[in-house]
């Protein structure tokens, strides 16, 4: 379905439930990131792309008399109404409310206001598959309300606010990855971001030879639990001991000679964050020259380092890495990794385009011997970021 078809076929489920067209339809990307995972809280860089992947949000003013806002999603789950002249205010942990809701008080600490409006939700992201549902849902609010109250925001500060919803109203401290590409996502074009100035370069990815396959092992990841946040403890602590702000600012070098002062776990943790930095500069330079192989070749050395340093892979990951790299270069896939957060979800695997067909059966009926999961996977080009479908 292109985004066209999404954004009118949820304009005819909203019309479904809420009697009446759509004013506004926004959509927002989910990201599939290539290399640089586990480096954004630490200034690094990473290099994602947009999925063709969105979630969709119709929406019209509210009827006549109501001062409610309503948000509704096609996967059930009740109905959140708030009233906007109040305070709004985050529901218990796991609603997945609370990402829309914290956008809103985004925009209504910016001074925004929104009229009563009647919303409706739908997705083509996988929830939970670590392509980045939660902040394609923050990002089609963010549009949908720049519509609604007429406040565009510079795409930098849309991130931002999206990013301070998921900490504040998810209780999720993610870094800024997720809610920048699926802002600033292009078409054909990776995205090489610096955490640190927040600076974002694009990389054209256009070589038809190449395709991006996505595999999701249907091991549901779930990242609002604490490993994330321990990961974030413990390289903040190594920076501390290696005496910098963050470990962007760290070598290979300096790490070895400080090996005793820190504890082993940390020391990996650092390892990781420091050599993935320096994997993802690398692989953008590699994607420039089309020099595939390369690429592939960082994106085996990161999914090693993310499971044996880092520990946030899971034995369902390790299997598609494991089947893609038996199927190795002369079957058609130059490199795979875990991607995203971690702990299930997705693996990426770079791919000839005439053998995704062959590639995708092998990998699924080996993975599925070996977990007896059935797994789904999906090519996707690189798109376009956020926008209005309807004004
Ligand atoms: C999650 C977070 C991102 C990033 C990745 C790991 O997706 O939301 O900010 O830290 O994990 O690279």
Redesign the pocket.
Known sequence: MTLNELGRHTAQLFAKTCGRPPRWIAAAPGRV?VIG?????NDGF?LPMAIDRYTVIAAAPANTGSTRTQLRSTLGDGVTSLDLTQPVKPAPKGAWSNYPVGVIAGFLARGAKPCAFDALIHSTVPLGG?L?SSAALEVSTATLLEAITGLKLDPVDKALLCQKAEHDYAGMP?????QFISVMGKENHLLLLDCRSRKPELVPMTDPSKALLIINTNVKHE?TGGE?AKRRAQCEQAAKTLGVASLRDATADMLEHADGSLEPVVFRRARHVISEIERTLQAAEAVRASNWPTVGQLMYASHSSLRDDYEVSCPELDAVVDIAQAVGTKGGVSGCRMT??GFGGCAVALVAADSVAAISDRLASEYERRTRIKPSLFVSRPAAGATLLQS
Request: charged share 15%.
């Open positions: 990131n995972e586990h480096t954004d809280y990473v670590g980045s993610c870094g800024i990855m997720d990242l994330y995203g957060g």
